[in-house]
């Protein structure tokens, strides 16, 4: 199993970070016209969503990792509807 | 319980579906130049980690939603490696 927790920890840290280039280049450039509105906004819902549900199962990993990836993935929606 | 597990579900449709009006508008717009090479980059090598977690832990619901992340994630990246 720790193969296994080893491989889950990097995994969740690779998907919650990797908002981060793309939030940077958002705001460094203003430019969001190929970036997909609609991605953001069911992406976004979504992480909203998988938040709750780490707080119903009292799950801190969930609620951690889904609070980064909601301040970021929503970081980059709102630039989206700014610039876009 | 059920609450918890209809919030989990409707989350995973909408985080793993989400990245379908993305390849969409990739593919139609063959413009990719807003999109970081980075984050999708860390992300589908992230999504595959979580596949292979999945796999470790013989759960259906991580092995699905991952393979079709996998396979949209995937082909952005690969989008904008062809177009960027």
């Not at 840290?13 to 069911?42: E, G, N």
């Not at 976004?44 to 938040?51: C, E, I, S």
């Not at 009292?58 to 889904?66: F, L």
């Amino acid at each position: 199993m720790q193969v296994a927790e080893l491989i889950g920890s990097l995994a969740a840290v690779l998907t919650t970070t990797a908002f981060i280039p793309q939030v940077w280049q958002v705001w460094r450039t203003k430019h969001t016209k190929d970036i997909s509105l609609a991605m953001y906004a069911f992406f976004t819902t979504g992480v909203a969503l998988w938040l709750a549900y780490g707080v119903l199962l009292a799950s801190w990993p969930i609620i951690i990792a889904n609070c980064i990836t909601l301040l970021l993935a929503g970081s980059v929606l709102i630039l989206k509807l700014k610039f876009g």
